[in-house]
């Protein structure tokens, strides 16, 4: 018997493994799809909801109706979406979306305040429709993780609190105007900060920064940046690109000069430059046509231009200690070395600084209606018993 040569098939290893790639790839692209179809499904949604309804329970009657507000509102705007993409349609479904948010605004605003809190309460994260949160005064340390699904958040102000970390989420709000971290323990800012960019207004009062991630320059529509009473050497590079700029707070840092580059800031009007140590004013900030109020310390300024000083248009103000806060400060200097001395004088020197800065900004609100403003202000203490 004559045995037949048997033929077996051989393929190319690389073969079957691009065909295993392709397959790969479809299947996780299918995956992809579901998932993104899931988000969109109306059904995520309604399960959310139901959360909320399930949370009302324990909440206030107010705080209910309020609740029942919002998911009417959203139902509202579910149905009128359609409309919208029509046209004239959509303008009336707008105008009465607007209605409604007009009618609940009063009562989607979150206040907690008192040294007895050192965390969020856990039912906070089923209020994600508020808009505006108002914390104070807390020993809190940290922002929830949930931060990301308030969506419609536009004011978030937490000052006086013990916050040491701003989470990467905040990047998420994007609807937010307005943030203020004013007398926090924070050491740096996250460059996600950047992708709120519909934020107007950021104050960063009294904590221990000394630099802005550059990310921040896509701030374009920020027109308040106070970034007092941190440790800054030189003025962070992303607040020059800030074109749109109005007023700029870098009071209480460690300045020593200006950038020659400050005329970027065409749309600038206060610019708050004392309780550092600035020798002299470059001449660009001549160029600033809008500049209206510039405060500098008057103790250690040896060269300004000309311009400047005699533009009846600008109120500039010289800012002197007295003979007593000099002494004061040099000692503070050559206590610098014990740790635990300097410690205890910055908590001290924040709560001082804070009662300061409200004279400030009361005394310059009360240039602003004067055609004439003092050429030196002696600065004093102040105290008032009531």
């Given at each position: 018997?004559?045995?037949g040569r ?21 299947h996780?692209q299918r995956q992809r799809?579901?998932k993104?179809?899931?988000q969109?499904?109306a059904?995520?949604?309604i ?6 309804r ?9 705080e209910?109706e309020?609740?029942?507000?919002y ?10 979406r ?5 046209g004239a349609?959509?303008a009336?479904?707008?105008?009465g979306?607007?209605?409604?948010d ?5 009562r ?5 305040d008192?040294?007895?809190?050192r ?5 906070l ?5 508020l808009r505006?949160?108002?914390i104070?005064s807390t020993?809190i340390?940290s ?5 990301h699904?308030?969506?419609?958040l536009t004011?978030?102000?937490?000052p006086?609190n ?22 926090n323990?924070?050491?740096r800012v996250?460059p ?10 950021l ?7 000394s ?26 590079i ?24 400050m005329?970027r ?8 430059l004392?309780k550092?140590s600035?020798?002299y ?7 600033i ?15 300004v231009?000309?311009?400047l ?11 002197y ?14 206590e610098?070395?014990k740790?635990?001395?300097?410690r205890r004088r ?12 409200e004279?400030?900004?009361?005394y310059i ?16 203490s102040?105290?008032c018993?009531?």
């Amino acid at each position: 018997m004559r045995l037949g040569r048997s033929s077996i098939p051989v393929y190319d290893v690389s073969v079957v493994r691009d065909l295993w790639e392709v397959r790969v790839k479809k299947h996780k692209q299918r995956q992809r799809n579901e998932k993104e179809r899931q988000q969109r499904s109306a059904l995520a949604k309604i399960n959310m909801q139901w959360q909320y309804r399930i949370q009302c329970r324990n909440l206030k009657i107010s705080e209910v109706e309020c609740l029942h507000h919002y998911l009417e509102r959203c139902a509202l705007q579910h149905l009128q979406r359609p409309q919208e993409d029509a046209g004239a349609a959509g303008a009336a479904g707008a105008a009465g979306a607007a209605v409604a948010d007009s009618e609940t605004d009063s009562r989607l605003v979150y206040r907690l305040d008192g040294e007895q809190w050192r965390e969020l309460p856990s039912e906070l994260q089923w209020m994600s429709y508020l808009r505006e949160w108002h914390i104070s005064s807390t020993r809190i340390h940290s922002l929830p993780d949930y931060l990301h699904l308030f969506s419609q958040l536009t004011v978030l102000r937490l000052p006086r609190n013990s916050i040491t970390e701003l989470p990467p989420e905040i990047g998420q709000l994007v609807r937010l105007k307005e943030l203020n971290v004013n007398y926090n323990c924070l050491p740096r800012v996250p460059p996600e900060l950047g992708d709120c960019e519909n934020l107007e207004r950021l104050e960063l009062t009294g904590n221990y920064l000394s630099k802005l991630p550059f990310e921040m320059s896509a701030l374009k529509a920020l027109l308040h940046l106070d970034v007092s009473q941190n440790t800054f050497a030189s003025i962070p590079i992303c607040a020059l690109r800030m074109y749109n700029l109005r007023l700029l707070d870098l009071s209480s840092n460690r300045l020593t000069d200006l950038p020659e580059d400050m005329d970027r800031l065409q749309q600038l009007h206060s610019l708050f430059l004392h309780k550092n140590s600035i020798s002299y004013l470059p001449h660009c900030l001549t160029k600033i046509s809008s500049l209206s109020i510039v405060v500098v310390n008057g103790d250690e300024l040896t060269c300004v231009p000309t311009r400047l000083c005699d533009n009846a248009d600008i109120k500039f103000i010289r800012l002197y200690d007295n003979a007593a806060s000099k002494v004061r400060k040099k000692e503070e200097k050559e206590e610098e070395g014990k740790e635990g001395w300097r410690r205890r004088r910055e908590l001290e020197e924040k709560r001082k600084d804070s009662k300061e800065k409200e004279f400030m900004e009361a005394y310059i609100d009360s240039l602003k209606d004067r055609d004439t403003t003092p050429y030196a202000t002696t600065k004093v203490s102040i105290s008032c018993l009531l």
